[in-house]
């Protein structure tokens, strides 16, 4: 399904090249935001994931909560279904970073398969880059909270990719971490 629909995932990675252009991760070497939504695409593939709209809402999954994009755009330009799984992995950035991350929590459990997936390759994404190096300015305690909170996540998204969840739990035995 993928290899069939090789222009609507192309599509889908220029659009969100060129809505996060001027963003950086938070790592060190700044690495350029896109780096991030190619790598959790790449660690669906990895992981088996052949529905082309996964892969499409991976590439896509930051676009509303960290850009101009709007939902309808997305609907536009590639689809409901699309645009319903970055919908669902967008948090709403009119509560506080504290009922943000709460709700994610309380949400996941409820989130379609789709979601999930993009939300478990999302998670060890970021895992990944936290226990990579340290943003700067970020305390290895900071560091810490962020993959307990990660492992309630990901938690409430268990028994959906047995590659992404091994390839969690690994990181949270490194870190100690249990929920
Ligand atoms: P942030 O939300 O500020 O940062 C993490 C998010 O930044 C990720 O979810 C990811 O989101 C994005 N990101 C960009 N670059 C990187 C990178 N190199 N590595 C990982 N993620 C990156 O973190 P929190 O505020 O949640 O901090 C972590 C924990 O520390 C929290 O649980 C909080 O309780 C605690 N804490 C927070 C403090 C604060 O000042 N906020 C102070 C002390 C502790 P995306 O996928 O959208 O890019
Ligand atoms: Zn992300």
């Known amino acids: ?3 069939s629909d090789m222009s609507g995932i192309i599509q889908c990675v220029n659009f969100a ?3 996060h252009k001027d963003q950086r991760r ?3 070497e700044k690495t350029p935001y896109i780096n991030h939504p190619i790598g959790v695409a790449q660690l669906l593939i990895e992981g088996g994931v052949s529905d082309a709209d996964v892969i499409k809402g991976a590439l896509l999954h930051d676009t509303i909560e960290d850009t ?3 939902q309808q755009q997305l609907i536009d330009k590639f689809g409901p279904r699309v645009a319903g799984i970055v919908a669902e992995v967008t948090d709403d950035k009119s509560l506080s970073k ?3 991350k709460r709700l994610q929590i309380v949400h996941a459990a409820s989130a379609s398969h789709e979601a999930k997936l993009v939300k478990l390759a999302d998670k060890l ?3 990944r880059d ?3 190096v340290t943003p700067e300015g970020w305390t290895r305690e900071r560091v810490y909270q962020y993959f307990q909170w990660a492992a309630k996540v990901v938690d409430a998204c268990s028994g959906t990719n047995e590659y992404l969840e091994a390839q969690l739990h690994e990181l949270f035995n490194k870190w100690k971490c249990i929920n």
């Open 26 to 28: 938070k790592d060190p």
């Open 17 to 19: 090249a060129i809505q």
């Open 130 to 132: 936290l226990d990579r």
């Open 1 to 3: 399904e993928i290899m």
């Open 98 to 100: 504290e009922e943000r």
């Open 68 to 70: 101009n994009t709007t």
């Open 125 to 127: 994404y970021n895992l």
